[in-house]
C-alpha cells in the first residue's frame, strides 16, 4: 500500500468523478504516516462535532487489510458509539483511493487531500451553492470538482 500515488487533481477527478462518497457522510479520514509499513489512519466518526471528539486511530495491516492496533483514547465518552466493522470496512475503501485525507460533509460535500493533511487539494461540491466566497480562487475541473491548485 502507497499513499499518495495518485497525487495529480486532473487524473483523481478522470479516475472518481462519479464515485459515490455517501458512504463515507459525517466521516473522515487523515493517512497519518506509517508503521513498519502499515498505514496509521486517523478517523472522525462524527464530523458534526469533531471539535469534541477526539480520532479513532487505526494500525492497518498492509498486507489483509485488518486492523492490527486500535487507539480510542482520544475519543473520550463517544468511544463506546465505535462500529469497528464499519470503520474498518470505510478505512479500507479510503485506503484504495491512495490520498492523504477523506472527509464527506453532512451534506456530502467531498473534501479530498491528495498530499496535504492540512487542507483539502480538491473539493466536489454536492451544489454549487455551498462554493461560496471562500471558494473563489478554487480552478474548476469537472463538472462540480473545484481544485485549490492550477490542474494540469
Not at 498505514?39 to 487489510?65: E, H, M, R, W
Not at 486492523?67 to 485506503?95: A, P, Q, W
Not at 454536492?126 to 494540469?152: C, F, G, P, V
Amino acid at each position: 500500500m502507497q499513499s499518495c500515488k495518485t497525487n495529480d487533481a486532473r487524473d483523481f477527478v478522470n479516475k472518481h468523478h462519479n464515485d459515490d462518497f455517501n458512504q463515507f457522510a459525517n466521516t473522515g479520514f487523515i493517512l497519518r504516516t506509517f508503521d513498519e509499513g502499515n498505514p496509521v489512519v486517523f478517523v472522525s466518526t462524527n464530523l458534526a462535532n469533531a471539535y469534541n471528539q477526539g480520532p479513532y486511530i487505526i494500525t492497518v495491516d498492509a498486507k489483509d487489510k485488518s486492523i492490527i492496533k486500535e487507539n480510542k483514547t482520544l475519543m473520550g465518552h463517544d468511544s463506546s458509539f465505535v462500529n469497528r466493522d464499519e470503520i474498518m470496512g470505510l478505512t479500507n475503501k479510503f485506503l484504495n483511493y491512495e490520498i492523504r485525507w477523506l472527509s464527506v460533509d453532512t451534506i456530502g460535500n467531498v473534501f479530498i487531500g491528495l498530499s496535504n493533511i492540512e487542507k483539502p487539494d480538491l473539493i466536489r461540491f454536492s451544489n454549487l451553492r455551498y462554493k461560496t466566497e471562500e471558494y473563489s480562487d478554487w480552478k474548476h475541473i469537472q463538472d462540480m470538482w473545484y481544485s485549490l491548485h492550477n490542474a494540469q
